[in-house]
Structure formats: structure tokens, C-alpha cells
């Protein structure tokens, strides 16, 4: 017998009445990564330390709400239509994030950041894009978690068993908050396509950091060849998922039409973008040393006596 990868017999777990939810862990351990990383390539790329964290006070609420709000847009039968529950549009926790919303929204987050740091938005982006990319990959552990977003049937031997969960105190189905019944008898065994979008993004991560190095890229075009590739990974496995979908123009997922327009949008704007690597100007790159330095000046230098109205005589 082939021995296929086994699904998590649960995906909550309870301290008490407080339920600890793999997908939530999943995520937040994916935005710490996104912050830490995206710290220390904005500050080896010349930025000032700790806006990163700053900036991420906006654009990570900001991208919840957008990939939540995408998702529930492009799948509003399952919220609104016959036999749904509105209430169930809220359970964040239960799974549900549209990568394009998250990015919409968290762009207009983390521009709202950058703006009160004095930092450009395509500079911020540049630094952040592979931790970004990599926290998507985390993210996608929640959906093995879950039990979600896979593909159709499969006798690969690295198919993923699909298990029946039901609540252990009433034996009805739960099949994101319940416990597997039979691990070893699964219901299923389909393509992983959750591990095939998790192995894609750390791929391209390696390549927008390599490119990166080797080309010096910048006024964010990392971040677009980020999107570039992400997208075109997106596009064929978006193909292989049999989940429920928004369709359009016949039988086309919604996510497989937008993954190849944003595609084409991202090379375009990598292919057409020719400027050099931004240089932060020293009092934003160094806001602590500038500060510094005209606080330490002695009051009878000659720039301490050049007399007031002629500031600008000195090279900024």
C-alpha cells in the first residue's frame, strides 16, 4: 500500500473554553517572519531601523480586512446565497483570505506608514517582498490544518489524506473544528495543492532575492517580480483545486482570470521600470545621527553662525 501524507487529525485545539486555532497560528507566525525579515533587509538597504514595525501597524490590519473582504466577494454564495449564514462572513478564524485583497488594502496600509516615516512606498516594498512571499508559504500550513483547498483525487504517492471530523461531544460533522473519527480509513486522497503553492513561494522567494543581489533592483521592481511570480505559480495550481469557486465567462475560476491579468501587469512593470536602486537622502536613512549631529554641533562652529534666512547655503 502506497503511504500518502497524512492530513492533521484536528485543527483546533482547547485551553479550557479558549480554542487554539493552527490556521490563526499559521498566520501570525507568517507575519512575524514577513516583519522580522523585511526588517533586516530594510535596514541592510538603508532604511532606518524599526520602521518596518511601524509601518506593519498599518499594513497588517489593513491587509486582514482587504483578504477577508476579497474573499468573501469572489465567494458570496457561500455568506449570502440560499442556505448561508451572513454571521459566518466574519469567522476570520475559520479560513478565508483572498491574497489580492490582502495586497490591495495592505498596499494602502503600508502607505499610509511610509507616509508618516518619510519613506517611499516602492522602496518599503522592495524590502518586505520576500518575507511577504514567505509568510504566504506559512500561511498555507493553515490550510493543511484545515483540510482545505486541495485538488482533485489522486493516486501520486504523495496524495493527502482527507479525513472525517466530527465534534466529540455531539458526533455531528465539524469538518474545520472537529477531530478525525479514522485516520486510518481517509475519505480521500487528493492533490496537495496547499503543498504545492507552499514549495512555489519559498522557490520564488530564493529567486527575488537572488535577482535582487544580482541586479540591484529597485523603485519596486522586487516586489513586482514577487507578483510575477507568485502569480504564475498561482495560475496553474488555482487550475488543479476542486474547491468551491466564483466562476466567470463559463466555467473559469475567478482567481485563475486574475492571476494572469496581474501577471501580465507585474512583467510589464518589470520589463518598463529602468531607474537605479533608491539611496534614502541621511536625515531619513539616519533620522537618530542627524539629529545628533546638530545637537552636538558647538554653538561657535561656522554653520552654527551662519545667520538666520541663510540655512539653505548649506548642501543639503
Not at 473554553?17 to 517572519?33: E, F, K, Q, S, T
Not at 491579468?261 to 536613512?285: H, Q, S
Request: aromatic letters at 12%; one cysteine or more.
Amino acid at each position: 500500500m502506497l503511504a500518502y501524507l497524512p492530513s492533521p487529525d484536528r485543527g483546533v485545539w482547547h485551553l479550557g473554553p479558549i480554542p487554539i486555532r493552527a490556521y490563526a497560528l499559521c498566520i501570525i507566525a507568517g507575519i512575524v517572519v514577513a516583519i522580522w525579515w523585511g526588517e533586516k533587509r530594510f535596514v541592510a538597504r538603508g532604511g532606518p531601523a524599526g520602521t518596518v514595525v511601524d509601518v506593519a501597524v498599518w499594513a497588517v490590519p489593513f491587509g486582514l480586512i482587504g483578504g477577508r473582504l476579497y474573499h468573501v466577494a469572489t465567494d458570496w454564495r457561500t455568506y449570502f446565497g440560499p442556505g448561508g449564514d451572513p454571521v459566518n462572513a466574519l469567522k476570520i478564524w475559520e479560513g478565508g483570505l483572498g491574497i489580492w485583497g490582502a495586497i490591495a488594502l495592505g498596499a494602502v496600509g503600508a502607505w499610509i506608514g511610509c507616509r508618516r516615516r518619510g519613506i517611499p512606498l516602492p522602496f518599503f516594498a522592495d524590502a518586505v517582498a520576500p518575507g511577504i512571499v514567505v509568510a504566504q508559504a506559512i500561511g498555507r500550513l493553515g490550510n493543511y490544518f484545515n483540510q482545505e483547498l486541495y485538488g482533485a483525487p489522486t493516486t501520486l504517492p504523495w496524495g493527502l489524506e482527507i479525513y472525517e471530523r466530527v465534534d466529540p461531544a455531539t458526533g455531528a460533522s465539524d469538518p474545520l473544528g472537529g477531530v478525525a473519527v479514522d485516520t486510518a480509513n481517509p475519505i480521500a486522497i487528493v492533490q496537495p495543492t496547499f503543498l504545492y503553492e507552499l514549495i512555489w513561494n519559498l522557490a520564488v522567494a530564493a529567486v527575488i532575492v537572488w535577482a535582487d543581489r544580482r541586479f540591484r533592483l529597485g523603485h519596486g521592481r522586487v516586489f513586482a517580480l514577487y507578483v510575477a511570480g507568485y502569480t504564475l505559480g498561482r495560475f496553474f495550481i488555482e487550475l488543479m483545486r476542486t474547491d468551491p469557486a466564483t466562476r466567470v465567462f463559463g466555467d473559469i475560476r475567478i482567481n485563475v482570470v486574475v492571476s494572469a491579468l496581474v501577471f501580465v501587469l507585474a512583467v510589464l512593470y518589470v520589463a518598463l521600470v529602468r531607474k537605479p536602486r533608491e539611496v534614502l537622502p541621511p536625515e531619513i536613512a539616519n533620522p537618530d545621527g542627524a539629529r545628533t549631529e546638530e545637537t552636538d554641533r558647538p554653538a561657535g562652529s561656522a554653520d552654527a553662525d551662519v545667520p538666520e534666512g541663510r540655512a539653505g547655503d548649506r548642501t543639503p
